[in-house]
């Protein structure tokens, strides 16, 4: 390896290091212990999630779920009530069911190898770099959304990060980049340069430890990098969901365990405002006696947005229809059930539970 880029390389990793000794977050409640279990959980919640929003979530999970067995032996019911809110619930149910392959496979515990962690379900490879490095401090590199800024402003790499090639040369950086010491403290230092330092909106590069041989900055690139995605019209489509309250509670169902929300519990749906009654008619045996829709909303999801028309449904008396099936519940916020809601579901319960 030439002199220069060694020297580069090391330069690098200790400017970063020497910045993080002063001023890097060592108190987050995932660095204490540092467990190769808490460090998947935090790196599983923190994708698409910022670090103030993933901590209260963070500690809810471990006070219920302690450990690796206690979350694989849990039901998928109680793991999607505890991240009810975070969004994307997909990382909840490979989360649920890697534990159970570590638990039937490896004993409930993490096997410190690569390969092995990065076959479990929902652990690409910068979670499983970020497992090794965090917790074994084994030397892998990671590549998750806050140091692909860092090395494309650093670095002024042109091009969409989800591109082979441009995601093969940050890979490339990356694995340059990380030192053979210190491996762990290194990776979380330039995470932690990425999230508060070299910010998506609001670069701070006058704070920043590798600012005299940024491209971006000598440039005045930093808004222009990451290349963002060609924009792709986002479909609108729309939903009715029907809010049917009876004495009991409001009526959920639980959705399919694979897709939009899978396995959470939400309002039954139809399509337009005219399916209302028919759909009463057919699942409850009964029209609803009173009938009121709610000002629509959109929530906007990575790939469409969803136009929500909230009905409300008033019924005098439990349709015994229903319940025939498995797969529904009253729910009542007094004696509140420990199930998964999505955010827009729990913000429309927060809503009616309060006219009422
Ligand atoms: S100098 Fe600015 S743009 Fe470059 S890595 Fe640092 S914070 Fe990011």
């Known amino acids: 390896m030439p002199l220069a880029m060694l020297t580069n390389e090391l330069s690098f990793s200790s400017k970063i290091l020497a910045w993080f000794d002063q001023h890097g977050r060592h108190d987050l409640p995932w660095q204490q212990?540092?467990?190769?279990?808490?460090?998947?959980?935090?790196?599983?919640?923190?994708?698409?999630t910022q670090v103030r929003t993933v901590i209260p979530y963070f500690e809810r999970f471990m006070a219920r779920f302690p450990e690796i067995i206690t979350l694989a032996d849990a039901p998928l019911d109680a793991v999607l009530e505890h991240w009810s809110g975070l969004g994307y619930y997909a990382?909840?149910?490979?989360?649920?069911?890697?534990?159970?392959?570590?638990?039937?496979?490896?004993a409930g515990q993490m096997p410190a190898d690569f390969a092995q962690v990065q076959a479990l379900p929902g652990i690409g490879r910068s979670t499983a770099g970020a497992i090794m490095a965090l917790a074994f401090?084994?030397?892998?590199?990671?590549?998750?959304?806050?140091?692909k800024r860092v090395l494309t402003r650093h670095g002024g790499i042109v091009g969409w990060p989800g591109e082979t090639a441009v995601a093969n040369t940050l890979w490339a950086l990356a694995e340059q980049y990380t030192p053979t010491v210190r491996i762990a403290e290194y990776t979380q230092a330039i995470m932690d340069l990425g999230a508060g330092v070299c910010s998506r909106s609001r670069p701070q590069c006058a704070r920043c430890p590798i600012h005299a041989d940024c491209q971006a900055r000598a440039t005045g690139q930093q808004q222009c990098l990451p290349t963002p995605r060609k924009a792709r019209a986002q479909p609108l489509r729309?939903?009715?969901?029907?809010?049917?309250?009876?004495p009991q509670g409001v009526l959920l169902q639980q959705r399919p365990p694979v897709g939009l929300w899978g396995g959470l519990w939400a309002f039954p749906q139809v399509e337009q405002l005219d399916e209302v009654t028919p759909w009463c008619l057919?699942?409850?045996?009964?029209?609803?006696?009173?009938l009121q829709a709610w000002e629509p909303f959109t929530h906007v999801f990575s790939h469409f947005r969803w136009k929500i028309t909230p009905v409300w449904l008033g019924l005098a008396h439990d349709p015994a229809k229903i319940m025939e099936a498995g797969g529904w519940l009253w729910y009542n916020y007094s004696d509140a059930i420990a199930v998964g809601v999505p955010a827009p579901v729990a913000n429309l319960l927060a809503q009616l539970f309060q006219n009422n």
Do not use: C, F, K
Not at 139 to 146: H, K, M, P, S, T
């Open 91 to 106: 990382r909840a149910r490979h989360l649920h069911r890697a534990a159970q392959q570590l638990r039937d496979q490896y």
């Open 238 to 246: 729309h939903t009715v969901m029907l809010m049917i309250q009876g």
């Open 282 to 290: 057919a699942h409850l045996g009964t029209a609803p006696q009173t």
């Open 33 to 48: 212990p540092r467990t190769p279990y808490r460090v998947w959980v935090s790196e599983i919640m923190l994708q698409q």
């Open 137 to 147: 401090e084994q030397r892998y590199a990671i590549l998750d959304g806050n140091v």
